[in-house]
């Protein structure tokens, strides 16, 4: 049986350089989502001939769309083998005093309580197949970044979830690990300056920014790491040093 890998938010910049890279590797891939239909086939057009795939639409942040996602994977495929949790929604930079509580539920809703009600739903799986859960946090989860503070506070929640949940799923040989990424210039960022990120890669000791295919790597190492769990892997050419 092939081994499956569901890539959440595979539309974006990052998870369609994810869902090569396990495409590359041989996996079915299963590509999650919510509006951007082309992209997501795009992104699958790409995968080496005779990968065998799913684009399917789903809004996470619903509780009965996510459960029928689970359910027509289960019918295409089987059970899933590694799971990679990318999805995630950011708000323009402003004070903390400025947010409101309809977009702290954005954020929550999105890039923590959609991200651990899908994988509550695939655990038992993950455990049968002795699988692995790879989550996104960002640099931010890590340091905390001024007028990015809801987005800071969920990533951080994400760094909780996985360190706790690697703890709790170790007995069943399922690694749970989180990679942090630093600035990686995708439609997220698009609204920074050609002169905003010139001063973020001299700000970067590797003097150089990020690229999706970076995130990529580091995400399909942990995924194969079997030794390795509750950890967070900062995917930043080292400006959180």
């Known amino acids: 049986m092939k081994n499956i890998a569901l890539i959440t938010g595979a ?28 992209s997501a086939e795009h992104t699958a057009a790409a995968f080496p001939l005779g990968t065998d795939h799913l684009c399917i639409r789903c809004d996470l942040t619903d509780r009965i769309e ?35 509580d309809e977009e702290y539920d954005l954020i929550f809703d999105t890039n923590v309580r959609a991200m651990m009600r899908l994988t509550r739903l ?6 049968q197949n002795h699988g692995a859960i790879v989550n996104l946090s960002s640099m931010w989860g890590v340091a905390g970044a001024s007028c990015e503070v809801l987005y800071s506070a969920s990533k951080s929640a994400v ?8 703890k709790e799923l170790a007995p069943s040989d399922v690694t749970v690990n989180a990679v942090a990424p630093g600035l990686i210039p995708t439609a997220m960022n698009a609204h920074l300056s050609p002169a905003d990120l010139e001063a973020f890669r001299l700000d970067t000791p590797l003097n150089r920014l ?22 967070v892997l900062c995917c930043d050419g080292g400006i959180t040093i």
């Open 66 to 100: 996510t459960q029928d996602l689970v359910s027509e994977i289960h019918k295409r495929f089987g059970t899933v083998s590694v799971l990679v949790n990318c999805a995630g929604v950011a708000l323009p930079q402003k004070l903390f005093t400025d947010t409101t």
């Open 210 to 231: 990020g690229t999706p295919e970076d995130v990529a790597e580091a995400v399909f190492f942990l995924a194969n790491a079997r030794f390795i769990t509750g950890q």
């Open 11 to 38: 539309s974006g910049g990052i998870g369609s350089a994810i869902a090569k890279r396990f495409a590359e590797s041989g996996f079915a891939v299963v590509l999650q989502y919510r509006n951007n239909k082309e």
């Open 159 to 166: 760094i909780g979830f996985t360190k706790a949940l690697a």
């Open 122 to 127: 695939l655990v038992d799986e993950l455990r």
